[in-house]
């Protein structure tokens, strides 16, 4: 195929125009080092929303032989953290900034290899010299079975002439990631001209910026090989040629996609939206067969309310499902909740808590959870309609608990810009007798998060004026933590949290009352019905005004956006049974008639 051959011959070119090989005479070779397998990867690369990209060819050394410590050293290599995504999607949101990008083409390659290693030579680089003869290499392909053609690909290796010596990191090897990662990291801190002079991030060292006076400001973040950047245009047009001059690579103006992500942006608005819509169409056709077999209808909720924390399953129970793809059906919709879908976080983690022995109910619990997560797919994360209460880069916190055994369950939120940032749900790890411990040791997590990011946000110049409010619905809580006094030796592990509170309480973060109906994890402690969860959803994830913690007087407001939400979730419901359908197609007394039904349960 055309397509192939063009991949192949793109590859193999980089590696001679980087120099990556040299041949050495097999004599001459140092008998101490390792030789290696040269192969051959080939891939087919899809675009977030399902779409054909290209084609793909990457050449990879055969690490798995080599030695630790004698043929590869270091192995670690850094990539951003999701909480650092989305605050970087947060600021270019509020600055209205439009985020571009550059992929770096064969990044490992520009990256010295530390020891020295050999390689067989592949037997195709004979015929990349001379394409000319490639319709005689498929006959005598076609004319060998499976195993004869594996042999062929590995070469002569009874009786060679040369080898090729390795000189820079190439794919395979363990210790490749952390030569590419402290090369590119040595390219954008060091001083200018050999560099790019920016400042790298304490909190997390694959995020970088750089600022010009007067107003001149550029910010960096890296996953492996993909650069997303946004500032103003002197800047970033400066970036993109001083990249571009020392690595090949991808420009995209828009960037549209990062890591599995969607990303929709409208700097004109202000806004910028995560999605993972593909991503979650592909698990949906992964497991869609056991939704017929296992009777799994529509449901506008991921857990019914009736189901608590699950439990593991007992041996009988385990040995029945244990074929069903479980794990890598609640694995699959981890990576979703944890980075676009926070609403989702209760569910898998209740999930996978009974990992290791599920049941056949604990299956059709995660085929409803994946079947609800599909209907949301065109929804995510959206930064820019901020809360009219707080300012758009303004921290704000809430966190909340509840009382159970064996131990409680914890969640804590930090939003900006209208959206999450961080959302963590849990169980505590320590052992609480009473409301009050739990909600006392989750805002000490909560604070210990807060206080995190605002170290953050002060390193990039973008410190916050006020403390950070925390958010809880639990008098006796703040209460306890404004005024502690002697406690029982039972209790001293609460004491501990509370005086380091008190300590940083003020200019750090001040703790503030909120209605338990307004509390917005309340998603991450409990399932919830379906008109709170949509609601205290929407808040967390920006597509909606959060409600007011404490002014009843705008209740009415948050009584006429529930109606609102309601009205959505039964179209929705409506298009999960009877298709996709247009909205205005729906019958007005028929979505009146649902929400009369909840007219008793207003208050």
Same mark, same amino acid.
């Given at each position: ?39 051959? =990867? ?10 054909? &990209? #290209? +084609?793909?060819?990457? !050449?990879?050394?055969? @690490? ?68 000319? =003869? ?10 060998? &079975? #499976? +195993?004869?053609?594996? !042999?062929?690909?590995? @070469? ?448």
């Amino acid at each position: 195929h055309e397509g192939w051959w063009t991949a192949i011959c793109a590859e193999l070119k980089q590696w001679e125009k980087l120099g990556v090989t040299k041949t050495v005479k097999f004599a001459d070779r140092n008998p101490n080092a390792a030789i290696i397998v040269l192969t051959a =990867l080939f891939d087919t690369k899809y675009k977030p929303n399902g779409d054909f &990209d #290209k +084609r793909k060819m990457r !050449q990879v050394g055969g @690490g798995h032989i080599l030695r630790e410590g004698i043929d590869y050293l270091q192995t670690y290599a850094p990539t951003v953290s999701g909480v650092v995504v989305r605050i970087f999607y947060a600021i270019m949101a509020a600055y209205r900034v439009m985020v571009s990008s550059i992929d770096i083409s064969t990044a490992y390659l520009y990256a010295k290899l530390p020891t020295l290693i050999y390689a067989w030579v592949p037997p195709y680089y004979y015929y990349f010299e001379h394409p000319e =003869l490639l319709p005689e290499l498929r006959t005598k392909l076609r004319k060998l &079975d #499976k +195993r004869q053609r594996q !042999q062929w690909l590995k @070469g002569d290796r009874k009786s060679p002439d040369t080898l090729l010596e390795l000189c820079m990191a190439v794919y395979g090897i363990p210790s490749s990631g952390y030569s590419w990662w402290k090369h590119l990291e040595k390219v954008l801190t060091q001083p200018e001209p050999d560099g790019l002079a920016m400042i790298a991030s304490t909190y997390d060292r694959c995020l970088f910026w750089k600022f010009k006076p007067p107003s001149d400001w550029l910010m960096v973040i890296c996953w492996t090989d993909d650069l997303p950047y946004g500032g103003t245009e002197k800047m970033k047009q400066w970036f993109k040629t001083e990249i571009l001059k020392r690595f090949k690579g991808t420009h995209v103006p828009c960037q549209d996609s990062f890591i599995g992500m969607e990303i929709v942006q409208d700097p004109e608005y202000g806004s910028i939206e995560l999605l993972q819509s593909g991503l979650i169409t592909q698990q949906y056709a992964k497991f869609e067969k056991y939704f017929s077999e296992f009777d799994i209808k529509p449901q506008n909720i991921p857990v019914r309310t009736e189901n608590k924390e699950l439990v593991k399953a007992s041996d009988e129970e385990h040995n029945l499902a244990r074929n069903l793809p479980f794990p890598s059906l609640v694995a699959s919709m981890g990576y979703v909740a944890t980075w676009t879908k926070p609403g989702f976080m209760m569910a898998h983690s209740a999930l996978a808590s009974v990992m290791t022995k599920w049941s056949i109910e604990h299956f059709r619990i995660a085929l409803g959870v994946l079947m609800c997560l599909y209907a949301d797919r065109f929804r995510g994360t959206k930064y820019g309609r901020a809360n009219p209460k707080f300012d758009v880069l303004e921290l704000y916190c809430y966190a909340d608990a509840n009382l159970q055994l064996p131990r409680s369950r914890g969640c804590y939120m930090i939003g900006l810009n209208g959206a999450w940032i961080e959302m963590k749900t849990a169980f505590q790890s320590t052992l609480q007798i009473c409301t009050m411990g739990t909600e006392i040791s989750e805002c000490a997590k909560a604070a210990m998060a807060v206080l995190a990011i605002r170290f953050l946000m002060r390193e990039m110049g973008l410190g916050q004026h006020q403390p950070t409010i925390i958010y809880q619905d639990n008098q006796p809580a703040i209460r306890t933590m404004h005024n502690a006094g002697s406690m029982s030796n039972a209790s001293r592990h609460l004491q501990m949290r509370i005086l380091k509170m008190k300590e940083l309480e003020g200019d750090q973060f001040t703790t503030k009352f909120c209605l338990s109906q307004r509390m917005l994890v309340d998603i991450g402690t409990k399932f919830v019905p379906a008109i709170a969860f949509w609601t205290l959803n929407d808040a967390i994830c920006g597509y909606s005004t959060a409600p007011p913690p404490t002014d009843i007087g705008d209740g009415d407001k948050f009584d006429e956006q529930l109606r609102d939400q309601l009205t959505r979730d039964v179209r929705a419901q409506h298009r999960a049974v009877h298709g996709e359908v247009q909205e205005q197609g729906l019958d007005v007394n028929y979505i009146w008639e649902i929400l009369a039904r909840y007219s008793n349960t207003k208050k």
